[in-house]
């Protein structure tokens, strides 16, 4: 019996506002438990809200990125829960009238291009941050991120893996980030997703019992969650046991490598919404929407182009580097300097992004700047070192901040390209090497490049390759004659 799995998303995006939605506290990461609140975010009785302009603004920058319409007229609505994370008991949101509605996102799948629809994109404020101590009889409260302000992406169920959710989810965020409309900061919390999915025989029309998987916060975890759950709802059909299937909300244990259960999942009656009585409606016209146009900045499709263009970049390190606004900023930077743009990218999607993977770090925090990378690329291309010392070295200036010239003198690193030391070496190699000048004399040519292993590990990896192989030929044929 074959199966196919149906994905839509939910992804929750922090605007990039000094303040929040309805009130002046700061939206600032990192602050002390609980420091960015007042009466308004903390929902004390007696207080009025006042929505923050930005956040309309950067709504519908979000909305014309991503294909959507703008609603000229949209509204704020209160969708009633009681959970301690926040504290008015109802989270201020839009329903029926959303600020965007539609929209498509188009993504690479299997080397196609598909386009996966939206359904629409609202705006709503973020809820507290739970901290269960372990062991203890009590939960602990951060009220810092109420009230920050988010912008709720859904999409329609069309997509139909966990690789084309995340291919998805990469391709949000890029738009995200290059049009300034959020930071994005996955670690932090500021891009998040819910995800919905359900299984159903191929063929088969309508959409069967989902599960919502609660606030992955990475790539990776996305990926994990929506395989194991899809796993585990095709074995429940295979076996029959397809009622176990329940409307509700799920989280990835990663412990575990499953999805558990947590709740089950409410429908949007549940919530009760109704306007928010303390909220004018908000009323977009033309003009502010051509201005807010006007201003979004070469966005990832634009970008991709250009990389194509000017810098002859293949399909796939193009889609490496403009993936990550910062990564791709980089780029452009090395090449600024005079460095080759196929060297940089070959630098970029190798060692830089490996070593960013081991020390869990983002591309804008890579250590070696620009010029550093470019120097030492420069240094590579004028012989001094060869390219596998270079990685060396490279990976030494990740690690320490150290320039390339510095770590390559402490370490005697150095290229050797002087052929009156090379001539010796080469010489003593082929005296203790005969058998390998009889193996070409007998038409087996590999044994060429034994003696040529044998010079870079004598001079341990610091011939200059061409130099040593320029005079190892010349040598040769003298022997071979």
């Known amino acids: 019996m074959s199966f196919e799995t149906v994905i839509g998303l939910e992804i929750h995006a922090e605007l990039n506002t000094k303040s929040k939605i309805f009130c002046s506290c700061s939206t600032a990461f990192g602050s002390k438990p609980n420091a960015n609140t007042c009466p308004i975010c903390l929902g004390i009785p007696g207080t009025l809200p006042v929505l923050n302009e930005e956040v309309v603004n950067l709504a519908i920058k979000a909305g014309t990125s991503l294909n959507c ?51 629409r994109i609202h705006i709503e404020e973020d809820a507290g941050k739970l901290i269960h101590v372990e062991h203890e009889p009590v939960s602990l409260i951060d009220y810092n991120r109420v009230g920050v302000p988010l912008i709720e992406i859904v999409t329609e169920p069309d997509m139909r893996s966990a690789e084309e959710a ?13 049009g300034e409309i959020s930071d994005c900061r996955m670690e932090q919390g500021s891009f998040r997703c819910d995800a919905n999915i359900s299984t159903r025989k191929v063929g088969q029309d309508v959409l069967n019992t989902k599960v919502e998987i609660k606030n992955i916060n990475s790539f990776k975890e996305v990926l994990k969650a929506l395989e194991k759950e899809e796993k585990r709802q095709r074995e429940l059909y295979s076996f029959g046991e397809e009622y176990k299937i329940k409307q ?56 991709k182009e250009r990389f194509t263009k000017e810098y002859g970049l293949s399909d796939i390190e193009v889609a490496i580097i403009i993936g990550d606004k910062a990564l791709s900023q980089y780029y452009e930077a090395v090449v600024a300097l005079g460095a080759n743009p196929k060297i940089a990218a070959n630098w970029l999607q190798g060692d830089v992004l490996k070593l960013l993977r081991e020390k869990e770090l983002e591309a804008n925090s890579i250590p070696v700047t620009p010029k550093a990378l470019y120097e030492l690329i420069k240094i590579i291309s004028n012989g001094k070192i060869s390219i596998t010392v270079g990685k060396e070295v490279f990976n030494e200036m990740f690690n320490t901040g150290k320039s390339a010239d510095t770590i390559i003198n402490e370490k005697g690193l150095s290229q050797i390209s002087d052929t009156g030391e090379l001539e010796k070496i080469i010489a003593g190699i082929l005296d203790t090497n005969p058998n390998s000048i009889a193996d070409i004399k007998a ?22 390759p061409q130099v040593a192989k320029e005079l190892l030929d010349v040598r040769l044929k003298e022997r071979l004659n």
């Open 248 to 303: 509700e909300t799920r989280r990835f244990d990663t412990a575990k490598g499953k999805t558990v259960p947590m709740r089950s999942k409410e429908d949007a009656h549940d919530y009760r919404y109704f306007p928010e009585p303390d909220l004018v409606p908000i009323i977009i016209s033309d003009a502010q929407i051509e201005g807010i146009k006007a201003t979004l900045p070469e966005m990832p499709t634009q970008k």
């Open 69 to 119: 319409e703008i609603n000229k007229l949209n509204k704020m609505d209160r969708k009633n829960y009681f959970y301690p994370d926040l504290p008015k008991a109802y989270q201020t949101s839009q329903f029926d009238l959303p600020i965007c509605k539609g929209g498509h996102v188009d993504i690479e799948v299997d080397g196609s291009m598909k386009q996966i629809r939206l359904n």
């Open 166 to 178: 995340v291919s998805f989810l990469r391709a949000v965020k890029a738009v995200l980030e290059y």
């Open 443 to 464: 038409g087996k040519l590999q044994a060429a490049g034994f003696l040529m292993g044998q010079v870079m590990k004598a001079t341990k990896g610091k011939a200059n």
